[in-house]
Nanobody, 120 residues
Framework: QVQLVESGGGLVQPGGSLRLSCAAS????????MGWFRQAPGKQRELVAS???????DYADSVKGRVSISSDSARNTVYLQMDSLKPEDTAVYYC??????????????WGQGTQVTVSS
């Protein structure tokens, strides 16, 4: 079994910054991609950013230029640096891991979620 432990959420004023972290641990696996999704009240869960094992990144248009995703493959940890935060960034942020668990099968794991609130 693989566990994802998230940290770094909280309350921040508009224009402020937060850094989210997510560490994956547990049974033997190989990280294929890790990423962050978010879900605001009454809205569907959406991708914020993702990163592949080789380091390719993808960002939602709404956060491009304000958010940066990075990873430490050796520690199976992914980071999300969020700057110039806006009230519309308020949501529960979920860490996501797509892992190779055997030579021929993959599995997706989710963290428990961390609340990010942008408000004055």
């Amino acid at each position: 079994q693989v566990q994802l432990v998230e940290s770094g959420g909280g309350l921040v004023q508009p224009g402020g910054s937060l850094r989210l972290s997510c560490a994956a641990s547990g049974s033997a696996f190989t990280m294929l991609t890790m990423g962050w999704f978010r879900q605001a009240p009454g809205k569907q869960r959406e991708l914020v950013a993702s990163i592949t094992r080789p380091g390719s990144t993808d960002y939602a248009d709404s956060v491009k230029g304000r958010v940066s995703i990075s990873s430490d493959s050796a520690r199976n940890t992914v980071y999300l640096q969020m700057d110039s935060l806006k009230p519309e960034d308020t949501a529960v942020y979920y860490c996501n891991l797509n892992a190779l668990i055997t030579t021929s099968s993959t599995k997706v794991y989710w963290g428990q979620g961390t609340q990010v609130t942008v408000s004055s």
